[in-house]
């Protein structure tokens, strides 16, 4: 089992960038997939991006490619998401999430899941 710790999140406005950070415990962080969601208001959850295990792969969503970076560093148990030029429509809730199956874009392949952070990009 694993818990998640997302941080990072506020108020940037457009164009600007933030990094959100998500802690995880126990020893075998290294064995997970890890993915990003989001949920703005009043809408469903959606994929940001994923990272394989070895963190030599990622795989976006197409509203947030070439803006968004994923990263992972296993010693530390940690996994960031790197988001540049921000829109308004980028505000949401971000959750990361991990699972041992491989890494997928539906948010049904995760078991465990941060408690999210807030971004809100203003205009």
């Known amino acids: 089992q694993v818990q998640l710790v997302e941080s990072g999140g506020g108020l940037v406005q457009a164009g600007g960038s933030l990094r959100l950070s998500c802690a995880a415990s126990g020893r075998t962080f290294s064995s997970y997939a890890m993915g990003w969601f989001r949920q703005a208001p009043g809408k469903e959850r959606e994929f940001v991006g994923f990272i394989i295990r070895s963190g030599t792969s990622t795989y976006y969503a197409d509203p947030v490619k070439g803006r968004f970076t994923i990263s992972r560093d296993n010693a530390k148990n940690t996994v960031y998401l790197q988001m540049n030029s921000l829109k308004p429509e980028d505000t949401a809730v971000y959750y990361c999430?991990?699972?041992?199956?491989?890494?997928?874009?539906?948010?049904?392949?995760?078991?465990?899941w941060g408690q999210g952070t807030q971004v809100t990009v203003s205009s």
């Open positions: 999430a991990a699972t041992q199956r491989p890494a997928s874009d539906s948010s049904r392949r995760y078991d465990y």
